[in-house]
């Protein structure tokens, strides 16, 4: 009875799910599990409708149950693998991947996602060739193509990266994302990536940002900047307002802490925006972009500007010189990091996806801008596979004496 039950309450879950009715189809789902504990399409089709409506608590209780009803459900190891990367549970994800693999190693799905947990531990050779298994698997597998062609472009190889990149954008010609990949691949050269790409990277890595950049690839900017600009900023008269672009999650405002009394923050990262508001050292954060945020501030309205590892995700910098010497009070100072710093007059596109700026090119956006320099230091900005990534350290000036009036651009 039970059963017959249960079967009825699963086909109603099923008729739910397909109407996108998901809350429905959980409700249904639900009571066929109380009917029949051993249905394990009712288990795991409640976790599913469960992980599409955001409940991933509840969706890892049950695709846990599913799998203590069949521990070979290959599809349910695969689903909460996922659920557990987005959550940066690596080490879990790593060894329901790794049974997923072992119990069916023809199935691509787990072939792919064992590539994304062993990206997230920074091994990426390890990742591409699980890539290419899934892609040896089944080769219409669009997905992993396209991270085949990423691996392989971080792994500074993109004359192999760029037939993957193709064919994924051929699939898929509206992912933003991929196109801009498949343009460093190509060696080409657009002036910033898509909003969507800096976004997704930083909202990835939001909840072991710190970890991975401080710990892992030795960043020390922020702190830098404190070094730099502590007794110039100390001795600024208050109120010393602050605009921190590309805020991340706020390691410039904890290296500068105690010496501003405002800061404003701004980041393309949902996920690294509320991290910064965690912090409670912010007057506000957006999750806006950095020329728009610029562009929305008041004449003179900051004392410093902040711009730290960010300019390695804009190739072209001159809005963002105009804009900041704009907002500058008198005297105030523009503080930033580039990649790169060496000979050159214009911006490069490097294989990692990231731009570097030579220093002639950075000195004649400043004259340009009418700012001087006020300090640069040659710097390692970051591990890049292990290899120090060089770059400078810059402080901009803006004269202490305002420039003859002109229109002033108003608070919105």
């Known amino acids: 009875m039970g059963d017959a039950r249960a079967g009825r309450l699963f086909a109603e879950g099923v008729a739910f799910h397909k109407q996108g009715r998901l809350a429905q189809a959980a409700q249904a789902y639900a009571a066929a599990c109380e009917a029949d504990p051993a249905h394990v399409g009712a288990r795991f089709?409640?976790?599913?409708?469960?992980?599409?409506?955001?409940?991933?608590?509840?969706?890892?209780?049950?695709?846990?149950q599913a799998l203590a009803v069949k521990p070979d459900l290959v599809q349910a190891l695969n689903n909460l693998a996922n659920l557990l990367l987005a959550h940066e549970r690596v080490a879990e994800a790593l060894e329901a991947l790794m049974r997923a693999t072992a119990l069916a190693p023809g199935f691509a799905p787990p072939w792919n996602n064992l590539g994304n947990a062993l990206l997230k531990m920074g091994r990426t050779q390890e990742a591409a060739a699980r890539f290419a298994k899934a892609l040896e698997i089944d080769a219409g597998f669009h997905e992993a193509r396209g991270n085949l062609g990423r691996a392989l472009l971080t792994l500074g190889r993109p004359a192999e990266a760029l037939p993957h990149?193709?064919?994924?954008?051929?699939?898929?010609?509206?992912?933003?994302?991929?196109?801009?990949a498949r343009d460093v691949a190509a060696g080409a050269r657009p002036p910033r990536p898509p909003d969507a790409f800096v976004a997704g990277l930083f909202d990835g890595m939001a909840a072991k940002f710190d970890e991975h950049l401080v710990d892992r690839l030795g960043y020390r900017i922020p702190g830098r900047i404190a070094e730099v600009l502590g007794a110039w900023l100390d001795a600024r008269?208050?109120?010393?307002?602050?605009?921190?672009?590309?805020?991340?999650?706020?390691?410039?405002?904890?290296?500068?802490?105690?010496?501003?009394?405002?800061?404003r923050g701004a980041d393309l990262s949902p996920r690294m925006v509320e991290m910064a508001l965690a912090r409670r050292m912010y007057d506000s954060v957006e999750a806006v972009g950095l020329e728009p945020?610029?562009?929305?501030?008041?004449?003179?309205?900051?004392?410093?500007?902040?711009?730290?590892?960010?300019?390695?995700?804009?190739?072209?910098l001159a809005p963002a010189f105009t804009e900041t010497a704009r907002a500058l009070a008198p005297g105030g100072r523009f503080a930033f990091s580039v990649e790169g710093g060496g000979a050159g007059e214009g911006y490069t596109l490097e294989p990692t996806s990231?731009?570097?700026?030579?220093?002639?090119?950075?000195?004649?956006?400043?004259?340009?801008?009418?700012?001087?320099?006020?300090?640069?230091?040659?710097e390692v900005i970051r591990a890049e596979r292990g290899v120090p990534a060089p770059g400078a350290l810059y402080v901009l000036g803006k004269e202490a004496r305002a420039p003859s009036p002109g229109p002033a651009r108003q608070a919105r």
């Open 237 to 263: 008269p208050r109120p010393r307002r602050v605009l921190d672009l590309g805020c991340g999650t706020g390691l410039v405002a904890d290296a500068l802490r105690g010496r501003f009394e405002s800061m």
């Open 45 to 64: 089709n409640l976790a599913v409708a469960l992980h599409s409506q955001g409940l991933d608590l509840d969706a890892e209780r049950a695709y846990r």
């Open 293 to 316: 945020f610029l562009r929305a501030a008041p004449d003179a309205s900051a004392d410093l500007v902040v711009a730290a590892d960010v300019f390695v995700y804009l190739g072209d």
């Open 354 to 378: 990231r731009y570097s700026h030579p220093d002639g090119y950075v000195r004649s956006l400043a004259t340009s801008a009418g700012l001087s320099v006020a300090h640069r230091s040659t």
């Open 165 to 180: 990149l193709e064919q994924a954008l051929a699939a898929s010609p509206g992912d933003e994302s991929l196109r801009f």
